[in-house]
């Protein structure tokens, strides 16, 4: 999710990368997924935000007065060493 605008509130959101399905794990090759949140707006405001498994950042926070209220997350379990070397975050503020 991709938030643009300012003055936005989030409000209980769950931003998952599927981890798994009913056969088994999926590999980060069969669900790419970069980011669960990127937030370019100012004065932004999250309540209750989940971000799960993505392959890079969790989360991108670049505007300005932002607030997070209540984060919780899980890294990714499909990555290898080279997750671990990029210097990819939970939640990384611009």
Do not use: C
């Not at 209980?12 to 090759?29: E, F, K, P, Q």
């Not at 069969?30 to 935000?49: C, E, I, R, T």
């Not at 971000?51 to 919780?72: A, R, S, Y």
């Amino acid at each position: 999710m991709v938030v643009n605008s300012g003055n936005v509130i989030i409000d209980n959101t769950w931003l998952w990368r599927a981890d798994h399905d009913i056969s088994g794990n999926v590999g980060n090759s069969q669900n790419p997924v970069d980011s669960g949140l990127v937030v370019n707006g100012d004065n932004v405001k999250a309540y209750g935000l989940k971000v799960e498994h993505t392959l890079k950042d969790l989360v991108q926070w670049n505007g300005e007065n932002g607030l997070t209220i209540m984060f919780q997350s899980e890294l990714p379990y499909d990555v290898d060493v080279d997750y671990g070397t990029s210097g990819y975050a939970g939640y990384r503020v611009g």
